[in-house]
């Protein structure tokens, strides 16, 4: 007899939400953390945290929003253990920022489609300078080593990269409402 999902057992509406929430969550906790490398890994143990406690999750509220919550605990955990790096936001600017972000944003998946558009429509150096930093993580001074450039330029090349993405984005934002 094959297998059906029923939400009605154990664990199987969890299941179902967290699959459903994942680029939420991930957007959440970049946003807590200024886009940190380490991002992706904070997630991770939000979903196992998610998992282990499903049994504590109160069908009647919102799944997103006990999502969140676990999340920013695992943000603050996770600025424990990288509180002597000298960028950081305090404990207040995170909660300020858990509390301004806790509603998700209605239009993020097609902020992200759009975003993956931009970024193609980038040329040369700067999307290679994107793609190097977001993608495969590497510090802006070994991308500087790479160019012959120095670590300053290369972090004002992003800065100049990440507000040509926001335009881009949302011009394609606003012609979307338009259309």
Same mark, same amino acid.
């Given at each position: 007899?094959?297998m059906?999902?029923?939400?009605?057992?154990?664990?199987?509406?969890?299941?179902?939400?967290l699959?459903?929430?994942?680029?939420?969550?991930?957007?959440?906790?970049?946003? =807590?953390?200024?886009?940190?490398?380490?991002? &992706?890994?904070?997630?991770?143990?939000?979903? !196992?945290? /998610?998992? *282990?406690? @499903?049994?504590?999750?109160?069908?009647?509220?919102?799944?997103?929003?006990?999502?969140?919550?676990?999340?920013?605990?695992?943000?603050?955990?996770w600025?424990?253990?990288?509180?002597?790096?000298?960028?950081i936001f305090?404990?207040?600017?995170?909660?300020? =920022?858990?509390?301004?972000?806790?509603?998700? &944003?209605?239009?993020?998946?097609?902020?992200? !489609?759009? /975003?993956? *558009?931009? @970024?193609?429509e980038?040329?040369?150096?700067?999307?290679q300078?994107?793609?190097?930093?977001?993608?495969?993580?590497?510090?802006?001074?070994?991308?500087?080593?790479?160019?012959?450039?120095?670590?300053h330029?290369?972090?004002?090349?992003l800065?100049?990269?990440?507000?040509?993405?926001?335009?881009?984005? &949302?011009?394609?934002?606003?012609?979307?409402?338009?259309?």
């Open positions: 007899m094959p059906t999902f029923d939400p009605t057992e154990t664990g199987g509406c969890v299941e179902f939400e699959a459903k929430i994942q680029v939420e969550l991930l957007t959440f906790i970049c946003r =807590l953390t200024g886009g940190a490398a380490e991002s &992706e890994d904070i997630l991770q143990r939000v979903n !196992v945290k /998610l998992w *282990q406690q @499903r049994g504590a999750y109160d069908r009647a509220k919102p799944f997103a929003n006990w999502a969140r919550t676990v999340a920013r605990y695992e943000v603050m955990a600025r424990s253990t990288v509180s002597r790096s000298k960028l305090s404990d207040e600017i995170v909660e300020l =920022l858990a509390e301004r972000l806790s509603a998700p &944003e209605e239009n993020a998946n097609t902020r992200l !489609v759009f /975003l993956e *558009q931009c @970024r193609n980038m040329v040369g150096t700067m999307r300078i994107v793609d190097w930093f977001y993608f495969d993580r590497i510090p802006p001074r070994d991308i500087a080593k790479r160019l012959g450039r120095t670590a330029s290369i972090s004002n090349s800065h100049h990269a990440r507000n040509v993405l926001r335009l881009c984005v &949302e011009g394609k934002l606003k012609a979307e409402a338009l259309a």
